[in-house]
């Protein structure tokens, strides 16, 4: 496709998106999709991969979170209800579908293998489940449900520190890329510096 018709489809996609998750939540939203962004074209800039592909699975990526549509996921859907609207191809659109489909982390064992734009937005993904934008966002998702950040009195209780270490300290690991391999072990050695702090001030050890 022309880089113009490029650039077009992609801007005219997050219009698109921008409205439709205008209501979602800090973190959860338009918000979160564009940190994704920035990160996916940085790894690109580093792995390579089709930018285009690429830009549209991480603005799509979220557009039918499961968490705002009483827990049916529908962001393959509608990916390919806006990318045909707006006159995509249809190889284009089957592959941001399918990448959509298959990166987010509940997904588990039953993922279907990603070309390496769909590792790329994956990647970026779970970035942003790091970093000091991790613990802000684990904090947040807390006060939502009423769950504590720590409490050192109910060791089975849902925390955000137990989130910590249940779910997020093993996401570099997860990593399919060596750039987001390297930009996810910045994140987690700040989030484990700032739980060293966190700790020590409740007069605990990690």
Do not use: W
């Amino acid at each position: 496709m022309d880089e113009s018709l490029m650039q077009q489809l992609t801007k005219q996609t997050e219009a698109i998106v921008r409205e439709r998750m205008s209501g979602q939540a800090a973190g959860h939203g338009m918000d979160h999709v564009l940190r994704v962004l920035a990160s996916a074209r940085a790894i690109q800039s580093e792995v390579g991969g089709d930018l285009e592909t690429i830009e549209l699975s991480a603005l799509l990526h979220d557009v039918g979170d499961a968490k705002f549509h009483d827990g049916v996921e529908r962001s393959a859907e509608f990916a390919r209800e806006i990318l045909s609207s707006l006159g995509a191809g249809d190889d284009l659109i089957e592959h941001v579908a399918h990448i959509v489909d298959n990166i987010s982390f509940r997904k588990g064992d039953s993922a279907k293998p990603l070309s390496l734009e769909g590792q790329i937005v994956q990647d970026a993904d779970r970035l942003d489940a790091l970093g000091a934008i991790g613990i802000v966002r684990t904090i947040e998702y807390g006060a939502a449900l009423d769950q504590p950040f720590y409490r050192p009195d109910a060791v089975d209780a849902k925390t955000g520190v137990g989130h910590f270490h249940e779910k997020l300290f093993k996401l570099k690991s997860l990593m399919n890329t060596d750039a987001g391999r390297r930009m996810a072990e910045d994140r987690e050695a700040f989030m484990r510096t700032f739980l060293d702090q966190f700790m020590s001030e409740c007069g605990e050890e990690t």
